[in-house]
């Protein structure tokens, strides 16, 4: 399946602000792929893919996750994780995607996990770090990106876990797991 056979069935499901961002995703995926050497197939079609659910009410997502028997547990946590794995049993299931690099880089680009691939990295920074996002430390994870997607995908947990914690948020296991991951590679290398 090809990213403009996708595009069509993304953007009916998206607000135009959420379809735009979509469209950045993609462009900076393909460009850090180019970079990497990382296959531009996957990565955009992931990035086409991740925030395909994202505008679906909160009650639709929650039924679609009991429904379907996705991970129970992830309805312990904030709703704005939920498209993502909606997203990735959407393109699963009835777009029959099957490549679990794309599916995981669909259903972990909100949270990260452990032992993510270079597709997944990709997808993950590249939804943190489109051209309009101003997040602060962004820059930064920009320019490492160019040169180390471990490192670059570090400085985003670095960021948004402190800012978790500063707010009170519950902090997704999963995100966790992924920053001690990349703290072990780190070590590794």
């Known amino acids: 399946m090809k990213v403009k056979e996708i595009l069509p069935k993304v953007k009916a499901n998206l607000s135009k ?16 792929a180019v970079i ?11 990035s086409a893919l991740h925030d395909y659910a994202k505008c679906k009410d909160e009650l639709v997502l929650k039924q679609y996750i009991k429904k379907n ?11 704005e994780l939920w498209h993502a ?17 794309i599916l995981n880089a669909i259903k972990y680009h909100t949270t990260g996990r452990a032992g993510m691939d270079e597709v997944e990295l990709i997808v993950f920074i590249a939804d943190f770090i489109e051209p309009a996002r101003q ?16 490192e670059a995908a570090l400085l985003v947990f670095k960021g948004t876990i402190p800012y978790l914690i500063s707010q009170e948020k519950v902090v997704y296991p999963g995100t966790v797991n992924a920053y001690n991951d990349l703290i072990k590679f780190k070590g590794d290398r």
């Open 17 to 32: 602000e959420r379809y735009e961002h979509t469209l950045r995703v993609i462009q900076t995926a393909k460009e850090l």
């Open 36 to 46: 990497h050497g990382i296959d531009t197939e996957k990565v955009e079609l992931a």
């Open 69 to 79: 028997c996705l991970d129970s547990d992830l309805l312990n946590y904030h709703y």
């Open 85 to 101: 794995h909606v997203a990735a049993h959407f393109a699963e299931y009835t777009l029959k995607i099957k490549d679990k690099s």
């Open 135 to 150: 997040i602060p430390g962004v820059d930064k994870v920009r320019d490492s990106a160019k040169t180390d997607l471990h």
